[in-house]
């Protein structure tokens, strides 16, 4: 089951407004719809099973209903050294390894790097990558 971010502490029966990505991704990507129901996960880590209570054109409000077990972290703590690639390949890797417990992901340019690839600590892909690994 996929799940979301909240933006605020849950509470079961509290309504949640979900904006912006968020949002776009429960609407658009998954297409969920009113009725629907999905695992949303607070700032501290606390999940529930929650349930789309209106849908707007760019907002979702959704009702957290019942707590949910997280998940244990791995008993092995796994780090990955990755060679940087090209763009798309590269934030597959980050995507498979975040989807496989990877911990720790250090990424450096070598002598087969893209040219493109010479600036790995750039704001923009900084943020990018942090929004693919969440």
């Known amino acids: 089951m996929s799940y979301f971010f909240a933006p605020q502490r849950l509470r079961a029966g509290e309504p949640v407004r979900l ?72 934030e597959w890797t980050l995507q498979k390894a975040t989807e496989l417990g990877v911990a720790q992901l250090d990424i450096f340019p070598t002598q087969y790097s893209p040219a493109a690839a010479g600036d790995l600590t750039a704001a923009r892909t900084l943020a990018r990558w942090e929004r693919i690994l969440k």
């Open 19 to 90: 904006e912006g990505e968020e949002a776009g991704h429960l609407l658009k990507s998954r297409r969920l719809r009113r009725g629907d129901t999905f695992a949303l996960q607070d700032p501290d880590g606390r999940r529930f099973l929650a349930e789309v209570v209106q849908v707007e054109r760019h907002a979702a409000l959704v009702r957290p209903i019942q707590p949910l077990a997280v998940p244990a972290l791995p008993p092995v703590r796994l780090s990955l050294l990755l060679g940087a690639v090209k763009d798309k390949a590269l």
